[in-house]
């Protein structure tokens, strides 16, 4: 004999069916104690949920069921299920995985369903999750249970959120897209411009030595009174002459084109003409300037870059420090030489120290200083092309010192040495 689900002694007193009728002749418990009966359940539980048994006919199906299959609950129960689901493709797939439960013992586990609905002209379609569970009793497999939940809505707010996703995902990128590329423009202007503005700075020197050639022969007197006059054209030419040097170290490091000429050369020295050149910048801006400099002190190094560095530290010590006393102190081991440049000025704020080295960052407002917040972004990427740092201690309103460590022969040199 077939097992049967529903009959009053296989469902015990805790379950009844509607069909099977359990519980007559039989003395009711107390109103309060009497439990759930399944078709109560049935009724109530707000998820998809179907009991077969082994011909394939639906013994129980909850009211959330009837309402995915759209026949009423009563015109499931003792019916095939080929009856109540009809020829449609979800229905066959449904009955095909309820007859291998019921073949194999073995559950299947959220089975994914997707059901097209006409109404209205539109198709609407909506998801299904199904498990398939065997019911046993004494190790037969009795029945089978279908666990339906209906996952449409939770699909479509999963599937907004990942629609929001890629929206934002797109405007970030769109976003970094034209950040990028209004950084190239940038870098190209500045290389253009730079390069254009080159051409009539040199023109302009040219043309000031010929006027001084000229007046000097011609007009002696008249050039003794023009002396500071051509002094001041002097020096502001040099000012704009470092500007656009500056603009094409720029574009050269965007472009990772700065190169290096390294070559044999005493630091010491470098260190004491420039001091030298800057006696009378330093002379105005009334900080008095002391060299703490031995001897000589040689290494392998581009002078040109060394330079550049050493201006960039010196004029800053002179524009930020206050008309305070400037001290410049270099030693070295022979391995690393090691540049101070300290001043007593205007300090640097916490928040500033972490920005200085970048590029075109500034610590203070254009208003007070001028400058293009590039020159302590080049300093690094020179003294780092170098194998070599650059730090800072300062604090606001307290001083700042640089401290420069170049080693003395370039890396792969070094390398090399060391493995001779
Ligand atoms: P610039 O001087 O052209 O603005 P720099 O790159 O040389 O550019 O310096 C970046 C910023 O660092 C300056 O704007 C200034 O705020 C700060 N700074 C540099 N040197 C000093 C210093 N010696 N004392 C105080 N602040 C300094």
Same mark, same amino acid.
């Given at each position: 004999m077939t097992p049967r689900l529903g009959s009053a002694q296989d469902t015990g007193p805790d379950v009844t069916t509607p069909a099977g009728g359990g519980g007559e002749g039989r003395q009711r418990p107390r109103e309060e104690a009497r439990p759930v009966a399944l078709a109560e359940l049935m009724s109530t539980v707000p998820l998809g949920m179907a009991i077969i048994d082994p011909e394939l006919r639906f013994v129980?199906?909850?009211? +959330?069921?009837? !309402?995915?299959?759209?026949?009423?609950?009563?015109?499931? %129960?003792? =019916?095939?299920?080929e009856e109540v689901l009809g020829a449609a493709p979800s229905g066959r797939d449904v009955i095909r995985r309820v007859r291998r439960v019921l073949e194999t013992g073995e559950p299947l586990e959220g089975v994914e369903i997707i059901h097209r609905e006409q109404g209205g002209g539109v198709e609407r379609s909506r998801v299904y999750r199904a498990s398939y569970h065997p019911v046993r009793r004494d190790g037969q497999v009795v029945a089978a249970c279908i666990y339906v939940e209906d996952m449409t &809505?939770? =699909?479509?707010? &999963? +599937?907004?959120?990942?629609?929001? +996703?890629?929206?934002?995902?797109?405007? =970030?990128?769109? +976003? %970094?897209?034209?950040?990028?590329?209004?950084?190239? !423009?940038?870098?190209?202007? %500045?290389s253009v411009a730079a390069h254009e503005l080159r051409t009539p700075l040199t023109s302009l020197r040219l043309h000031l030595q010929l006027l001084q050639r000229q007046v000097n022969t011609s007009q002696p007197a008249l050039a003794e009174e023009l002396v500071p006059r051509a002094q001041v054209l002097e020096r502001q030419l040099s000012r704009l002459g470092n500007l656009v040097n500056t603009l094409l170290d720029v574009s050269r490091l965007a472009a990772g084109k700065l190169s290096l000429e390294p070559r044999e050369m005493d630091l010491a020295l470098l260190v004491r003409q420039m001091a030298e050149a800057f006696s009378e910048e330093f002379h105005r801006a009334g900080s008095e300037l002391s060299l703490h400099v031995d001897g000589p002190l040689m290494g392998t190094w581009d002078p040109l870059r060394v330079e550049q560095v050493l201006v960039n530290l010196l004029s800053n010590a002179a524009k930020y420090g206050a008309g305070r006393p400037v001290e410049v102190s270099l030693v070295g081991d022979g391995r690393t030489a090691v540049l101070a440049v300290k001043d007593h000025g205007i300090g640097i704020s916490e928040d500033g120290m972490a920005r200085l080295f970048g590029k075109f960052e500034r610590a203070v407002s254009e208003r007070h200083y001028g400058g293009l917040g590039l020159g302590l972004y080049i300093t690094r990427q020179i003294v780092e092309a170098m194998g070599g740092s650059i730090t800072v201690r300062s604090a606001q309103g307290q001083g700042s010192t640089f401290i420069l460590r170049l080693p003395t022969q370039p890396q792969t040199a070094r390398l090399a040495q060391a493995s001779r």
């Open positions: 129980e199906v909850s009211e +959330a069921m009837a !309402a995915m299959n759209g026949v009423p609950r009563e015109a499931h %129960l003792g =019916r095939p299920m &809505e939770r =699909r479509r707010v &999963e +599937a907004q959120r990942d629609a929001g +996703a890629a929206r934002e995902r797109a405007v =970030r990128e769109q +976003a %970094l897209r034209e950040t990028q590329e209004a950084v190239r !423009a940038r870098d190209e202007f %500045l």
